[in-house]
């Protein structure tokens, strides 16, 4: 694969790539972090990548494990509170829905924004946070589950 290419299909799915690190880190630079670190990994190793139709879940994982990666390198303060949970966010909100996101479990919102914002089938997701095509199904349901009780007005089943 050619450079160009490579550059062509990442900056296609860039947004996509910062949506998923953001919804996994919390944090804008640490997202950032992660995409460029995604970027550079995946870019070494695209000799992995046997068909370029996957490239969008392909990118998505590897961004996925770099931003793992970097929360698992925060420093941890006393009572659980990371350093970046202190500081204020750079941006506005993006809306009263990503704001309903950011605070619902991992589990339920990663498969919420690869599922409405990425637009990724069942199937996509279900490789790209390694887990099986049910759990994906059902993960999904409660997260919607969960937005509609906000939404509505009440806090679903206290897990927002």
Same mark, same amino acid.
């Given at each position: 694969m050619k450079a160009g290419k490579f550059c062509e299909y990442v900056n #296609?799915?860039? *947004?996509? !790539? %910062? $949506?998923?690190? /953001?919804?996994? /880190? #919390?944090? @804008?630079?640490?997202? @950032? *972090?992660?995409?460029? +670190?995604?970027? !550079?990994?995946? %870019? @070494? +190793?695209?000799?992995?990548?046997?068909?370029?139709? #996957?490239?969008?879940?392909?990118?998505?994982?590897?961004?996925?494990? @770099?931003?793992? #990666? $970097?929360?698992?390198k925060r420093l941890i303060l006393p009572? *659980?509170?990371?350093?970046?949970a202190l500081l204020h966010p750079v941006k506005e909100h993006y809306d009263e829905l990503w704001d309903v996101l950011q605070k619902m479990k991992e589990e339920y919102r990663l498969v919420v924004v690869l599922f409405y914002y990425e637009g990724l089938s069942l199937r996509d997701i279900s490789d790209v946070l390694n887990i099986p095509i049910g759990t994906v199904k059902s993960? !999904?349901?409660r997260g919607k589950e969960e937005i509609r009780n906000v939404l509505e007005g009440g806090n679903g089943n206290g897990k927002i």
């Open positions: #296609k799915y860039r *947004d996509s !790539l %910062y $949506i998923l690190a /953001l919804a996994i /880190l #919390k944090n @804008e630079a640490d997202a @950032e *972090d992660a995409v460029g +670190n995604a970027i !550079l990994k995946a %870019y @070494e +190793n695209i000799g992995q990548l046997k068909t370029f139709h #996957k490239f969008k879940p392909w990118m998505l994982t590897v961004t996925k494990n @770099e931003a793992l #990666k $970097i929360r698992k009572g *659980d509170e990371t350093v970046e993960r !999904l349901s």
